[in-house]
């Protein structure tokens, strides 16, 4: 058998990650079981529409792909959306509708998506009724929109969120090391996302597992990576001296 390339010949890329339109890959809890118990019933929204509105990272855009495919719903993005959208089967999922650079549009989507009994979807870090409208009949018809809130993670979301992102990237990291993380990163999905990408870019670049040492080395300096009481800090990373982790087919 041919001998092997040496290690410095070998690129490693990254895989690309695919954005899940699964309801059964979203993750559920007290933050967000209002919102999902909506999505589960369209058909009763009064006048057929509904706002999800929380901070980034709570998993809107995921609710949202995941209603559109089930449904069959178009999606769209606030603020690329120029221009009334031709009619839709079934309705409409829009994204940072809060974000959307024409009011007109959106008064003319708000409106169409009624006369024609289509749903609609709006998705935003804010409920509709405090938005910056200054088009009245606009402002009026957001006031009159059931909007249901997605609230910060709890504990026992948080462990899951954060053992899905590693295994989304087919990462194997340690409990006992998931947990650590956890005491010392912010309580938001977006964090723990940003996290898990950078634990993964440097286990690529060290060709190594992620553990304690890389960890720190990875996010040292990143302001969302703080430290817990009894740190001390003594681990030390060295990717020469860390064993190879396994090819990911």
């Known amino acids: 058998m041919p001998p092997l390339p040496p290690a410095s010949r070998q690129f ?3 895989l690309p990650l695919v954005a899940s339109c699964d309801r059964a890959d979203i993750l559920e809890d007290a933050s ?32 949202g792909r995941a209603f559109a495919a089930a449904r069959g719903w178009r999606r769209l993005d606030g603020p690329a959306l120029r221009g009334l959208p031709p009619p839709a089967a079934g309705g409409t999922v829009l994204d940072d509708a809060d974000a959307v650079a024409e009011p007109t549009t959106l008064l003319h989507l708000v409106n169409l998506c009624a006369e024609r009994g289509e749903g609609l979807l709006l998705l935003a870090r804010d409920a509709p009724a405090r938005w910056p ?6 402002a009026s018809r957001l006031r009159a929109t059931t909007a249901a809130a997605i609230g910060p993670p709890g504990d026992a979301l948080l462990v899951a969120l954060l053992a899905k992102l590693f295994a989304d990237r087919q990462l194997r990291v340690a409990l006992d ?21 950078r634990l993964d870019r440097a286990a690529l670049a060290a060709r190594a597992p992620v553990t304690r040492a890389l960890a720190r080395a990875a996010l040292a300096g990143w302001e969302g990576f703080g430290e817990a009481p009894g740190d001390d800090g003594s681990e030390t990373f060295s990717a020469a001296a860390s064993p190879p982790a396994p090819a990911l087919l």
């Open 12 to 14: 490693i890329l990254p």
């Open 32 to 63: 967000n079981a209002e919102a999902l118990a909506w999505l589960d019933r369209p058909e009763a929204w009064p006048g057929g529409r509904l706002a999800l509105f929380g901070p980034e990272g709570v998993g809107k855009s995921h609710m």
């Open 177 to 197: 090391l998931q947990a650590w993380l956890l005491a010392r990163l912010p309580r938001e999905a977006a964090a723990l996302a940003e996290a898990v990408a």
């Open 133 to 138: 409208v200054a088009l009245p009949d606009l």
